[in-house]
């Protein structure tokens, strides 16, 4: 009991956050309409707080992810403009989408690389490639939106599943949402490369002398980091009906906000899936309460700060750290 506790102890933060913006808005916040919406606004911050749960477990930290969306987006905007005459546009799609996984995939690989080959910082090297990969998105959009996608691409961040069934109930980003934080979850805690995680997590070097290849699990969770973000990126794009080059500003810093609420360390070997989850809920669930609440923007920032120092002090008074 009292380990689940322990584990779970942001929930009850979360369930006092809900039950304060349910009395606050007077009932709006809690209308299932409004639930739904919560959970189609966290969807692409936890598809990237996923991956930046494994590479924070493992004593890192992938500033990137911002930037690499932004990349993602605007390639896959690109190809979504040209494949459709070529291979049709359900082919187009998902071919966009690959290449898009393949290309975060990649820049997520590239930090590994660096991090592991050149034992650069995390911070500094994926801070590093944030910036250039934020040149890159503007210098492949020339700096301007990429418009005209297939209207099919926008069942993927505005779609609804089911929806002749149950009605606008089921966002896709949502499926999407929990088919990968599941996916992540059961890595996480059934395989072995989850294990290796949580070890280089919890002492690299005691990891490596038996017998982990700890370069290889790093590159695995940035990697992964990477795709992630790509991820959030497809989404994005398909929500806005374009690649911007300037989208994921900031991202970067809402997800590790969500995973360190959720009980992530970011000292390494501890956090789970179920955390990060409940974190990025905390992180919809201000953003939405504040704005039903009638709060301005600029409060809004001072809130959303104040409450996820204070959320993570008392996590951190509560177990004792």
């Known amino acids: 009991m009292?380990?689940?506790?322990?584990?779970?102890?942001?929930?009850?933060?979360?369930?006092?956050?809900?039950?304060?913006?349910?009395?606050?808005?007077?009932?709006?916040?809690?209308?299932?309409?409004?639930?739904?919406?919560?959970?189609?606004?966290?969807?692409?911050?936890?598809?990237?707080?996923t991956g930046m749960t494994f590479v924070i477990i493992t004593g890192g930290v992938d500033l990137s992810v911002g930037s690499v969306?932004?990349?993602?987006?605007?390639?896959?905007?690109?190809?979504?403009?040209?494949?459709?005459?070529?291979?049709?546009?359900?082919?187009?799609?998902?071919?966009?989408?690959?290449?898009?996984?393949?290309?975060?995939?990649?820049?997520?690989?590239?930090?590994?690389?660096?991090?592991t080959r050149f034992r650069v910082p995390p911070f500094v090297s994926t801070l590093a490639m944030m910036t250039a990969a934020r040149g890159i998105a503007f210098l492949l959009s020339d700096g301007r939106p990429v418009w005209n996608l297939p209207l099919q691409f926008n069942f993927i961040g505005r779609g609804y599943v089911l929806d002749k069934l149950f009605g606008p109930w089921i966002p896709m980003p949502v499926v999407i949402m929990v088919v990968v934080m599941a996916i992540a979850h059961v890595i996480l805690t059934r395989t072995q490369i989850g294990r290796?995680?949580?070890?280089?997590?919890?002492?690299?070097?005691?990891?490596?002398l038996s017998g982990i290849n700890v370069a290889r699990v790093k590159m695995f969770t940035y990697s992964l980091s990477g795709v992630t973000a790509a991820l959030g990126g497809i989404i994005l794009i398909s929500r806005l009906a374009s690649g911007q080059p300037g989208a994921g500003e900031?991202?970067?810093?809402?997800?590790?906000a969500a995973t360190v609420l959720g009980g992530t360390s970011m000292s390494g070997g501890k956090g789970t899936m179920v955390g990060t989850a409940i974190g990025a809920l905390i992180m919809g669930v201000l953003n939405n309460g504040l704005n039903l609440a009638g709060v301005e923007s600029y409060s809004q920032n001072v809130v959303l700060g104040a409450v996820i120092l204070g959320a993570v002090l008392i996590d951190r008074l509560r177990k004792g750290a």
């Open 196 to 208: 290796y995680v949580y070890a280089v997590g919890g002492n690299e070097e005691a990891a490596r």
């Open 2 to 49: 009292g380990r689940m506790f322990e584990d779970y102890g942001m929930a009850l933060v979360f369930a006092g956050i809900c039950i304060l913006f349910t009395i606050w808005t007077k009932g709006l916040f809690i209308r299932p309409d409004n639930i739904v919406n919560v959970l189609r606004q966290i969807s692409i911050n936890a598809c990237i707080a």
């Open 69 to 115: 969306l932004a990349v993602v987006g605007i390639v896959t905007a690109k190809l979504l403009t040209r494949l459709p005459g070529v291979v049709g546009v359900p082919l187009a799609i998902i071919a966009s989408c690959v290449v898009g996984l393949m290309i975060g995939g990649a820049m997520g690989a590239v930090n590994g690389f660096t991090i």
């Open 250 to 256: 900031s991202y970067e810093l809402y997800a590790i």
